[in-house]
């Protein structure tokens, strides 16, 4: 009797991998469908001749009669300018065909030499010159066109169908090969900066940025891109942290539009500092940037900023987000609780945030 218990016990496990088998090998072939499905669509981009773009040093680029302090102060200053502590090569990106009239989308980070020229190659090897059409800058988006017809167009899946725990595949096509390259994942997070974004665990990189992040069955829930809090492209920071994140297309319709009719869209900007010591319900306004939409639409300091389009704002966090979500130029409706306790709505129109200050002068070394 023990001699056969011990064969039941050693068998059960053998007869349940066996069942499994097949089961992965189906998973296997679904994975391959969904990538085969969206590969004609992924292209690859390469870009020729620029400057870096100025991300995080507001340092100018000197004339070409400047930079006599000697060679090596010559050489630094002729340079690149780059973000401190990151380093960025000039190589192939990717994008992601979403018009079958030569529309392409992909990351501003594909983009960040401000190219003079654009080359974008498909799947079947056929290669157009591209431009630039429109950005919106608060995502790290910017739209091409190159002259095609008929190309093949990736399905976008709609946002509210993304759930937290999903399967994901990072696709990008950076060196032209026949059959995209992968990275598997899951979404870790919904709604991140400002509600922009989803936050996936897949492996995200300069090598597949402009890529789409695709579900398992091959449709598009965002494009890879390096996005930090502050709504500006990040840095080197969180390559290989198990963070990355993909900005959804399925919710902005009306700017992929407007993109492809020449929209440059920037982040949302109101024009409040928050009372940090108040955590919520609601948003204490501590200061007023002159000049701001806050300013014009009346707000004092004191006022509590207690719904925005409708939404009742938790904390100071919550509203940041809730403005954060909107492009410069869009019309909010925000209701402010007066010390008094009187309520006032007022339809404000969002504006750019103000450019930053420049860096103080160095003190002179001393002698």
């Not at 789409?212 to 942290?241: F, H, Q, T």
């Not at 707000?299 to 704002?313: P, S, T």
């Amino acid at each position: 009797m023990r001699t056969l218990f011990a064969a039941l016990v050693v068998a059960a496990p053998l007869a349940a991998q066996q069942k499994k088998v097949p089961e992965l090998w189906l998973l296997d072939e679904v994975v391959q469908q969904a990538i085969t499905k969206v590969g004609p669509a992924v292209v690859t981009i390469e870009t020729f001749g620029g400057f870096r773009k100025q991300l995080g040093n507001t340092r100018p680029r000197p004339k070409p009669d400047e930079g006599d302090e000697g060679d090596d102060n010559k050489k630094k200053s002729l340079g690149p300018i780059v973000m401190p502590g990151f380093l960025q090569a000039q190589g192939p990106g990717t994008g992601l065909i979403i018009g079958a009239e030569g529309w392409v989308v992909t990351s501003s980070f594909v983009l960040n030499y401000d190219p003079q020229t654009i080359l974008v190659t498909l799947q079947d090897g056929r290669r157009f010159t591209a431009e630039v059409r429109g950005e919106d800058r608060s995502r790290g988006l910017a739209m091409l066109k190159v002259k095609a017809e008929e190309l093949p167009v990736a399905e976008i899946l709609p946002a509210q169908s993304i759930e937290v725990g999903q399967w994901v595949f990072a696709l990008a096509r950076t060196f032209g090969a026949k059959r995209p390259t992968v990275h598997v994942g899951v979404v870790s997070a919904l709604r991140r900066i400002s509600g922009r974004a989803l936050q996936c665990d897949a492996n995200t990189s300069p090598a597949n940025y402009g890529g789409p992040l695709i579900d398992i069955e091959g449709r598009v829930m965002g494009i890879v891109s390096p996005l930090s809090p502050k709504g500006a492209l990040a840095g080197a920071d969180w390559y290989d942290s198990g963070i990355g994140f993909a900005v959804t297309l399925g919710d902005i319709p009306e700017i992929l539009e407007g993109m492809k009719a020449g929209e440059v869209y920037r982040k949302g900007f109101l024009g409040v500092s928050m009372d940090q010591a108040h955590l919520g319900p609601g948003a204490k306004i501590m200061s007023i940037t002159k000049r701001s939409p806050a300013q014009h639409a009346n707000f004092r300091k004191g006022d509590m900023v207690i719904k925005v389009d409708g939404v009742a704002v938790k904390h100071s966090m919550h509203l940041q987000d809730l403005i954060g979500g909107h492009v410069a130029g869009a019309w909010v409706t925000v209701v402010v609780k007066r010390k008094n306790g009187d309520e006032v709505e007022v339809l404000v129109q969002l504006d750019s945030p103000p450019p930053p200050k420049p860096p103080p002068p160095k003190p002179p070394p001393p002698r």
